[in-house]
């Protein structure tokens, strides 16, 4: 117990320090040096925002991580679960769709089959529908999350309905 509190408040702070600075660098280069418009970059741009949604989750973990009780109110337990929960799935949606864009400009280059640049508004649709998919799938964790107290002993947790209706 001694080492996980003081473990995990050090790797969280540290992620959070190099992923802050990382990403934030990212969306300075994209905007800085804003070229015509193209699926990688507008991938990139929103993979960079769902990073640091889940990295502005984690000094919250930190904390309790090394006090081994929830600090904070309720809703910030809702809130802290989103954040964290929205980054996570936009992280791996994005990916994927970069992915799936690098696939059909690399492999598909003779074929019509796969746009090899996508227009501004299907690119648009398509991260509007990576954000909606995220959040879909962040609703269950999102609307389960509770803080319990047990022996004076705050958590913040996810835990779900015994009824199966919800699934």
């Known amino acids: ?3 996980s509190q003081v473990f995990l408040p050090t790797v969280y702070s540290i992620v959070f320090i190099v992923g802050f ?3 934030g660098l990212v969306l300075c280069v994209l905007v800085k040096y804003y070229k015509p418009f ?3 970059d507008l991938c990139l741009f929103n993979l960079a925002i769902s990073d640091l949604l889940f990295l502005i989750s984690l000094p919250f973990w930190a904390d309790y ?3 081994s009780n929830w ?3 309720e809703f910030m337990c809702h809130a802290v679960t989103a954040l964290y929960m929205l980054g996570f799935y936009g992280s791996i949606f994005f990916m994927i769709l970069m992915t799936v864009d690098r696939y059909a400009v690399i492999v ?3 074929t019509s089959l796969i746009p ?3 227009s501004v508004r299907a690119s648009i649709a398509l991260a509007l529908f990576v954000w909606t998919l995220s959040l879909v799938a ?3 964790a999102i609307s389960f999350s509770k803080v319990n107290t047990i022996s004076n002993v705050s958590k913040c947790m996810v835990e779900y309905s015994k009824r199966k209706m919800w699934k």
């Open 1 to 3: 117990m001694d080492f």
């Open 21 to 23: 600075i990382g990403n």
């Open 38 to 40: 193209n699926m990688s």
């Open 65 to 67: 991580a090394a006090n």
């Open 71 to 73: 600090a904070f109110p």
């Open 108 to 110: 598909h280059t003779s």
């Open 116 to 118: 090899k640049h996508w």
């Open 138 to 140: 962040s609703l269950p």
